[in-house]
């Protein structure tokens, strides 16, 4: 895979942003995950954390162990003589999710909206394979795209105050799982049983990102007796 | 090794954390460094109980917090001056004290700064997770349940005895950093300072901002000048991620700075505070004033090397 030229962008003194485009786009966000697994790969010293995004890689290093420059040429390096037969295959996860009823609060608004049934929402979502395209801005929060353009839905006008753990939603063509209880603006379709963040599990979350996820409808009767 | 009950929580002030240098390298999993928001006086905090510098402390935010010594132990206080107190005596900051069982630390009153940090020698006794003991209090892990201290907590620590030898240690006051309430920043411009034209720029950097009350360990945020992108640029950019210290500007057009309890987001940023101050950011309070000022890459790593140097010396002049 060739990398184009990156922008780098200087984050203070101890952090890079690598951007290598700039739009939500899955061979954009295939390169960052490119670099970013080349990266972990070659143990680039001074090197504290790594953080991918959409269409960047932000590095975040000590200025006392590597200067600016230095993680530059080292960068650009790598993107000449990364093995791409070193990058670990995205993985494909299926996740099950309870759609509807209160769990999932915003199903008739959204079907209306659309004009459409409550079961054609949840076709539509659960016969689209996503791409991760990274975790953030909570801890295993994936962000997912492309929603199919027949139920892409604004952002609620009102966030919730306390979105539960579990909550399955959409933001324009993006759907998401809020691994933890948090405020939010996503219209929430529906809840999964399979926990997103566990700070005692390695790795931390099931989902990184290049990963494909399809969603699958369960009743609540599996989503009760659910075992991981 | 013998792990004791040290202290025994009796009162709480607006917010008490366990936390140390930080939780790095998970950024990718959307996990935020939390730690010690002014890492120097954690720092300095271990140093004078003999711990490791990365040690989880107590990071006690404004005064009313109170505990009873369970346990013969050394315990140093760095940081904002909290009226800190041993059985009601006012007792010297910045230094370690031995503490007898049955002893009282109080802290009293606000006299300067925001954020106090208390060592005890050989520790805060609890598991690290991923790699930290630091609290995490948004997704609620790590430090004591993930939660900020309560009354009645008891605390653990191993063989503070052997720590004994350490009390008495001083830091000199002249190195101290003054919690004036009247701050300068030091910035790097960007990562997105060319979203913001020349005018700007200039009015970021010679504004006068109020720190907001609504500020809390993951964001300073300041009233004052607004500040505009360029015309027709959107309210937001893609997601990416971010350190402590980037200035980012919402719609709103009021400067937020980013303490370490964010990984990413989507508002342009148009300054980063240099590392080197970062650890001020600890010690700002609602009304203060803080002003920026641009220096460059050069500037911001000689800083860093000066303020190490100045760490670097103190630890070499214990041994």
């Given at each position: 895979m060739e990398f184009e030229q990156p922008k780098f962008r200087a984050m203070g003194d101890r952090a890079l942003l690598v951007e290598l485009g700039g739009d939500i786009n899955r061979e954009v966000n295939r390169r960052v995950r490119m670099l970013y697994y080349s990266l972990i790969d070659c143990k680039l010293g001074g090197v504290v954390e790594l953080i991918p995004s959409y269409a960047a890689l932000l590095i975040v290093f000590d200025p006392l162990k590597i200067s600016l420059a230095g993680l530059k040429a080292g960068i650009l390096r790598l993107m000449e003589t990364a093995d791409p037969s070193r990058i670990p295959e995205p993985r494909t996860v299926r996740i099950p999710v309870v759609y509807g009823g209160d769990f999932g609060p915003d199903l008739l608004w959204l079907a209306e909206f659309h004009r459409m049934t409550p079961d054609d929402v949840i076709r539509y979502h659960s016969e689209t394979t996503y791409h991760v395209y990274m975790i953030g801005f909570t801890p295993g929060f994936p962000y997912m795209g492309e929603v199919p353009v027949e139920i892409t839905t604004p952002r609620r006008d009102t966030p919730r105050t306390r979105v539960p753990q579990g909550s399955v939603g959409i933001a324009q063509r993006q759907t998401g799982i809020y691994p933890v209880a948090s405020p939010g603006g996503w219209q929430i379709i529906g809840r999964t049983?399979?926990?997103?963040?566990?700070?005692?599990?390695?790795?931390?979350?099931?989902l990184e990102i290049g990963d494909a996820v399809n969603f699958y409808p369960i009743e609540m009767e599996t989503y009760e007796h659910w075992q991981p | 090794m013998a792990t004791v009950a040290v202290m025994e929580v009796k009162g709480v002030g607006p917010l008490t954390t366990i936390q140390d240098r930080g939780r790095f390298g998970f950024g990718r999993y959307g996990v935020a460094p939390s730690g010690a928001l002014d890492s120097v006086a954690m720092r300095i905090a271990n140093l004078l109980v003999d711990n490791p510098e990365e040690e989880a402390v107590l990071e006690i935010t404004l005064p009313g917090f109170s505990a009873s010594v369970l346990a013969d132990a050394v315990i140093a206080v760095t940081g904002a001056d909290l009226g800190w107190r041993q059985n009601d005596r006012p007792i010297r900051m910045w230094q370690s004290h031995r503490f007898h069982k049955g002893d009282m630390i109080a802290f009293r009153e606000l006299n300067s700064g925001c954020r106090a940090y208390l060592s005890v020698g050989g520790g805060w006794e609890l598991p690290e997770i991923m790699g930290s003991k630091s609290t995490n209090l948004s997704s609620g892990f790590g430090g004591l349940g993930g939660r900020s201290l309560q009354k009645g907590d008891v605390l653990w620590t191993a063989s503070p005895q052997l720590f004994w030898g350490a009390g008495g240690r001083k830091f000199d006051l002249n190195a101290v950093p003054a919690y004036r309430g009247c701050w300068q920043l030091r910035v790097v411009l960007g990562p997105q300072d060319d979203h913001f034209d020349a005018d700007a720029q200039d009015l970021f950097l010679n504004s006068d901002y109020r720190v907001s009350t609504h500020s809390d360990r993951t964001g300073i945020r300041l009233l004052g000048a607004k500040i505009s992108a360029k015309e027709g640029m959107a309210e937001s950019i893609l997601s990416e991620g971010v350190v402590a210290g980037t200035v980012q500007i919402p719609g709103d057009g009021q400067p937020i700075i980013l303490l370490g309890e964010t990984v990413s987001g989507g508002y342009r940023k148009i300054a980063t505070v240099i590392t080197a101050d970062l650890h001020l950011l600890g010690q700002v309070l609602p009304d203060d004033h803080i002003r920026f000022q641009a220096v460059t890459m050069r500037e911001a790593r000689q800083a860093l090397w000066r303020l190490e140097e100045m760490i670097g010396r103190f630890r070499d002049s214990l041994s």
């Open positions: 049983p399979v926990r997103l963040f566990d700070p005692a599990a390695w790795p931390p979350t099931p | -």
